[in-house]
C-alpha cells in the first residue's frame, strides 16, 4: 500500500527492518536501551557494538528512556544511517494511557529525525510484539500520529514506511493507511 500527502510518501511493506537503507529506522526499544529480544535484538546484532556503546552514553547522560520518548544513535553495520530509539506502551488493556503513549512515541521518533535533518524513515510496529498491543489498534494509532506530524510540517518528509515483519500485521496498518482521507 502506498499513499502520497503533500510530498511525503507512507507506505507499508513486508521485510526485516534492518536490511532497509534509510535515513532512520526506528527501534521498538526498552527503557534500559541495552538491548533485548524481538527488533531491538535484531538491530543490535545486525548494527553492532556500536549502537548499544551510543546507547549506553546516552543513559549515562539522561538516565533510563521513558514510555513514548525517543532518541537517535547511528546505526554501526546496518545500510541505515541512523536508529530512533523509542520505547513503546506495554498493552494493559488500553484504559491506561497507552494510545497517547503510542501516539508520542511516532511523533517523537520522527521529531527526532527532523531536528537531525532525516527525511526518509522506516518504522517497526512498535509494542505489538511482546509488549502486547493489539496490531489493529496500533497501526490505526501510528498511522494517525504520523499522518498529523508530516501534515504539521509539510516539505520535511521523503517517504515514510510501516514495515511489518509479517504480511498480516503489514496488511492491518495497509488498511489502517487505506481508509486516511488524504
Ligand atoms: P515490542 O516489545 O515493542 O512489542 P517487539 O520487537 O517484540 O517489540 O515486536 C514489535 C514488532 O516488530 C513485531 O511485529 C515483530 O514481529 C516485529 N519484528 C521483529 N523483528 C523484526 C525485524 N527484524 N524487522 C522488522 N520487524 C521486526
Known amino acids: 500500500m502506498e499513499k502520497k500527502s503533500g510530498s511525503t510518501v507512507l507506505k507499508t511493506i513486508v521485510a526485516d527492518i534492518t536490511t532497509l537503507a534509510m535515513d532512520a529506522i526506528v527501534n521498538a526499544a526498552n527503557s534500559s536501551l541495552m538491548g533485548g529480544g524481538g527488533v531491538d535484538g535484531a538491530i543490535h546484532r545486525a548494527g553492532g557494538p556500536e549502537i548499544l556503546q551510543e546507547c549506553k552514553e546516552i543513559v549515562d547522560k539522561i538516565g533510563r528512556l521513558p514510555t513514548g520518548e525517543a532518541v537517535i544513535t547511528t546505526a554501526g553495520r546496518m545500510p541505515s ?102
Open 81 to 182: 544511517k541512523h536508529v530512533i530509539h523509542t520505547v513503546g506502551p506495554v498493552w494493559h488493556g488500553g484504559r491506561k494511557g497507552e494510545p497517547e503513549l503510542l501516539g508520542h512515541c511516532y511523533r517523537n521518533s520522527l521529531q527526532a529525525a527532523r531536528k537531525n535533518g532525516l527525511r526518509r524513515i522506516a518504522f517497526p510496529s512498535i509494542s505489538t510484539g511482546v509488549y502486547g498491543y493489539p496490531v489493529e489498534e496500533a497501526a490505526d494509532v501510528a498511522v494517525r500520529s504520523v499522518i498529523e506530524t508530516i501534515q504539521a510540517h509539510p516539505g520535511d518528509f521523503d517517504e515514510i514506511l510501516f514495515c511489518g515483519f509479517d504480511a498480516g500485521t503489514e496488511r492491518k496498518y495497509a488498511r489502517a493507511l487505506d481508509v486516511e482521507d488524504l
